[in-house]
């Protein structure tokens, strides 16, 4: 990729991450909000745990399962991000 291209590329990735840090901190000014934030996170890991109830087979090498573990893991890692980063505000 053309150096030219590259520096677009990058502006273009630094523009997506500006906006989403201010949709995100817009998302969570409130009270409220964070409280409906961590409410859907505990759904979604609810749900997450009940898929892996039902797909999980006799022994683990089930793709479905690596991918709901996967998933779990993912979730996982995003709630102890948001849970440091809300330390921090």
Known sequence: MP??????HEKHAEEGQRRYQEWRNKLLSTP??????????????????SEERKTKPAHDSSRSHIAVSGSRSLVKSA???????????
């Open 79 to 89: 709630k102890g991000l948001y849970a440091k980063k809300r330390g921090s505000d």
């Open 3 to 8: 150096e030219q291209d590259m520096n677009e």
């Open 32 to 49: 409220e909000n964070r409280k409906m934030y961590e409410e859907e996170g505990e759904k979604l890991d609810e749900w997450l745990a």
